[in-house]
């Protein structure tokens, strides 16, 4: 079990090493010239057209449901876990690196849904089909007579391989029942498929597996739904309790901010040498923010495809806002309040979702009951986070076997549903690590075929934009 860890360490190594990083930063640089630094002359557009969906134009869902399932998938774990964990390894200067990331990922999250929505196909049930794999095989053999489907097909099984054995299931409910564990420890335990877990880790695997398989049999329209609902209110109530804590900390707000400033450029000037370099201030920055909003992964479009709209660029914008929220927002809330309260402080000793959790325990401490509250508001923020992340990958993974097996073939699509609840049923049971890990190395084999076809297509992007602004 050791070699196999090593190997995937290894591997994932590779994937996520400095030449992926550097492609979609290169890209994302690409887009944002092209396109005019579209990302902050069209922001305030993007997020009107998010709230305010077209009633016409085809689709399964409004452009707001389209951009909740988005969110969905994209608001997780990783805007709690990940950035603790940026911070943690890289230094305070981490969170502007990722900064930086996301805003030069708004202009590929916009590029990614325009061209979702301009090369989808709907077939003859009215259903609307599209994503990555679609403006890969069309989008490319139009412009250039490139037959690249099987860059395509490539894409749409590791889209399977992350949604099934990792970042949708198993990894995100085994965070939902450790969390729930830490805040209700029952004390008692009992043995299941032999590991020994208690008995509010199996309560809770069990209702999130029977929640989960109520909203994904019911398909896209049902998770859109949910997401609709859920996605805002989580949002809203993770940022209140972030904004309290920085509120209840106002005086220690601007040198936080230099702080994280200072240590982007000269991590040891503030960490004393504690914490990595700026190397690895920016190689953990910008790998948190990428893996956190997913911008160029290829996972965001596939939800833009279904949006009720006949505008593509008009989806890009409203595409774009999802890595705004995620990252623009609420990663830099949750970064704020570890840098505010110095938990990220490595002589503490905490590491990932404990260093947050030490964040919320000193920031609410000047309230009543605020440190014993405290771990009750992150694991409610982590579950309903995590939550929605399985929904979300339910529908990227099973479009991505829809791709590969056909759309008629309902009976797998059946039948991949039920594997993907059994997943997340036994997901408290199993040990992560390796999970982890081959999540991260097959969500970021996504990418490589997907910034293949951003490149070659961005002129296509920068055409369609400049004719739908022409023409406002």
């Known amino acids: 079990m050791e070699s196999l860890t090593a190997f995937l360490d290894t591997v994932d190594g590779y994937v996520w090493g400095i030449p992926l990083i550097v492609i979609i ?41 389209a951009l909740c399932t988005a969110l969905a998938a994209t608001v997780g774990t990783g805007n709690i876990v990940g950035v603790a964990t940026a911070i943690g390894t890289g230094g305070p200067g981490a969170l502007f690196w990722m900064e930086v990331a996301a805003f030069l990922g708004m202009a590929t999250k916009y590029s990614e849904g325009l061209l ?25 053999k139009e412009r250039f007579g490139l037959n690249f489907k099987w860059l395509a097909i490539l894409f749409a099984i590791f889209g399977v391989l992350a949604g099934l054995l990792g970042i949708g299931t198993i990894t995100q409910v085994n965070g939902i029942t450790s969390a729930v564990a830490t805040v209700c420890p029952t004390g008692e335990f009992i043995n299941i498929a032999g590991n020994s877990v208690s008995y509010s880790t199996a309560i809770a695997g069990l209702v999130v597996t029977l929640c989960a398989a109520g909203v994904i049999i019911g398909g896209l329209k049902r998770i859109a ?14 940022i209140i309790f972030c904004l309290l804590i920085i509120g209840l900390n106002l005086s220690q707000v601007s040198g936080a901010i ?3 400033f200072r240590a982007a450029f000269n991590p040891s000037a503030v960490t004393g040498g504690a914490v990595g370099t700026i190397f690895i201030a920016m190689q953990k920055g910008i790998a948190r923010g990428i893996f956190s909003n997913e911008a160029g992964l290829g996972s965001a479009p596939i939800a833009a495809a279904a949006a009720k709209t006949k505008e593509p660029v008009r989806q890009g914008l409203v595409c774009m806002t999802g890595t705004f929220i995620d990252t623009i927002i609420i990663c830099s809330m949750t970064g704020i309040v ?3 309260t110095g938990a990220w402080d490595p002589t503490l000793g905490f590491q990932g979702v404990n260093i947050t959790m030490e964040a919320f325990s000193r920031g609410l401490s000047i309230l009543p009951f605020g440190t014993t509250f405290a771990p009750f508001v992150l694991t409610a923020s982590l579950v309903f986070f995590a939550f929605t992340t399985i929904l979300g990958w339910a529908y990227y993974s099973e479009r991505c076997l829809e791709y590969l097996v056909g759309r008629g073939k309902k009976g797998a699509i059946l039948a991949y549903r039920w594997v993907y609840i059994a997943a997340v049923f036994i997901g408290p049971y199993l040990t992560v690590s390796a999970v982890w890990t081959c999540a991260d190395i097959f969500n970021g084999l996504m990418a490589f075929p997907n910034l293949v076809a951003l490149i070659l297509l961005s002129g296509i992007v920068a055409r369609e934009t400049r004719n739908f602004f022409s023409k406002m």
């Open 25 to 65: 930063l290169f890209v994302g640089l690409l887009l944002t010239s092209r396109l005019g630094v579209l990302q902050v002359t069209n922001l305030k557009n993007a997020l009107r057209y998010a709230i305010n969906s077209e009633s016409e134009g085809h689709g399964e869902v409004s452009s707001f449901a």
């Open 338 to 340: 570890i840098v505010v």
């Open 258 to 260: 230099e702080t994280i």
């Open 225 to 238: 739904s949910v997401a609709t609902f859920i996605v805002p209110f989580m949002a809203i109530f993770y």
């Open 116 to 140: 979702a929505v301009k090369y989808r196909k709907v077939d003859k049930d009215g259903k609307i089909l599209g994503g990555p794999f679609y403006y890969i095989e069309t989008g490319i």
